[in-house]
């Protein structure tokens, strides 16, 4: 009787480790393609061969034997380069469907905050729709203290990898409750806010829609500078650091390091306001490649690094219940050092007991 085995799974998990088909034969002693066709159920694999790739991921057998729904490659949208790597993409959606997963279950045991980004009442220009966004949610024209913060407060779980090179910016999982997934390797944290913007934009905007073509990348954009630095405060601040066609640099870097946004960013946030011509804008770009700044800028350490708190809070009120790494590894049908590798957080453990001897 042939064992009952999913083979997406074991892809999956080779995906997740960073494996190829070529390595992960050679640790269990078979072919590439023999692993493959496992992958694929174009072969059944024996109940030995199960326990082999068990014991090698460390993971239960009932891993292979459950029949899970995974997300589909559109439903996962990468801010990422052109030049990325199919294998980089394929280790990073590995690490979204378990990140799903895990959302999945902590829905199910906790009250997480109501998603509520999307709006089907908004309407009229991207620059309007920003502003309403920010009246919405109660920002004011001020800067954005924490991004992380105000996603997780409306809902959106957010995360990180950090196995993986800046190949990938950064990634959103369209699934019932949205998932942000920034990319650590990414040094500059005013980059890390400018994505998370980014990808509330695409809720705002181009929710049940494909994207990742330039027009949707470009309308996310958009919205991602108009959230992040209203037009009424940039065209009050601009004279500051922009007088007389010139420059003021240190101008320039206390406004970012006050509102917590790239001097890339602001330099094109006001040439698409209008405020600089292509001539003056291309002249800032020039200045800035000059100083070596085109991707860390000199004043990023500076800014306070931003750490997801919704997930960390979540297994805090598990462990409350009761319900601690061992019990969601379990219901994950995965071990607790790959939970922890997959969220980058200490998860409370089970309390060990306490063996009372009997004195004599």
């Known amino acids: 009787m042939n064992t009952p085995f999913n083979g997406l799974e ?7 480790n960073e ?3 070529e390595e992960l034969g050679q640790h269990l002693e078979c072919t ?4 493959h066709k496992v992958e694929t ?14 014991n090698f991921f460390n993971v239960p057998e009932a891993l292979f034997t459950n029949v899970k729904p995974v997300l589909q490659e ?14 980089t993409k394929q280790v990073v959606m590995a690490r979204g469907e378990y990140i799903k997963r895990l959302t999945e279950y902590l829905d199910s045991k906790l009250r997480l905050p109501k998603y509520d980004i999307h709006d089907p009442n908004r309407s009229g220009s991207i620059e309007a729709i920003a502003e309403q966004c920010r ?6 024209l001020g800067p954005i203290s924490n991004m992380i913060r105000l996603c997780e407060s409306h809902g959106v779980v957010v995360t990180t990898f950090q196995s993986v090179s800046t190949e990938v910016d950064a990634l959103s999982l369209a699934t019932v409750r949205p998932i942000f997934v920034r990319n650590e390797a990414k040094e500059s944290e005013c980059r890390q806010r400018f994505d998370l913007a980014h990808e509330l934009g695409h809720l705002v905007l181009h929710d049940g829609m494909v994207t990742g073509d330039r027009l949707t990348e470009s309308e996310a954009n958009q919205f991602a500078s108009a959230l992040l630095i209203p037009q009424t405060m940039m065209r009050t601040h601009f004279p500051t650091w922009f007088r007389g066609g010139r420059y003021n640099w240190a101008k320039l870097s206390e406004f970012k390091q006050t509102w917590k946004v790239s001097k890339a960013a602001i330099l094109y946030r006001a040439k698409s306001l209008g405020l600089l011509t292509q001539e003056q804008y291309t002249s800032g770009v020039i200045a800035l490649r000059k100083s070596s700044e085109s991707i860390t800028e000199k004043e990023d350490h500076l800014i306070s690094k931003e750490k997801p708190e919704l997930l960390q809070a979540c297994f805090t009120m598990l462990a409350k219940k009761k319900i601690f790494a061992e019990d969601v590894a379990a219901a994950l049908d995965v071990n607790v050092s790959f939970l922890k590798n997959l969220v980058g957080i200490d998860i409370p453990k089970r309390p060990k007991l306490r063996v009372l001897e009997e004195s004599a």
């Open 10 to 16: 074991l892809k999956l998990l080779r995906q997740f």
């Open 19 to 21: 494996l190829s088909l």
């Open 32 to 35: 590439r393609q023999y692993v």
């Open 41 to 54: 159920g174009q072969s059944i694999p024996s109940p030995q061969f199960i326990e082999q790739i068990a």
């Open 74 to 87: 559109e439903q996962i949208h990468f801010r990422s380069n052109r030049t990325t790597k199919v294998a």
């Open 135 to 140: 009246a919405d949610w109660g920002l004011g």
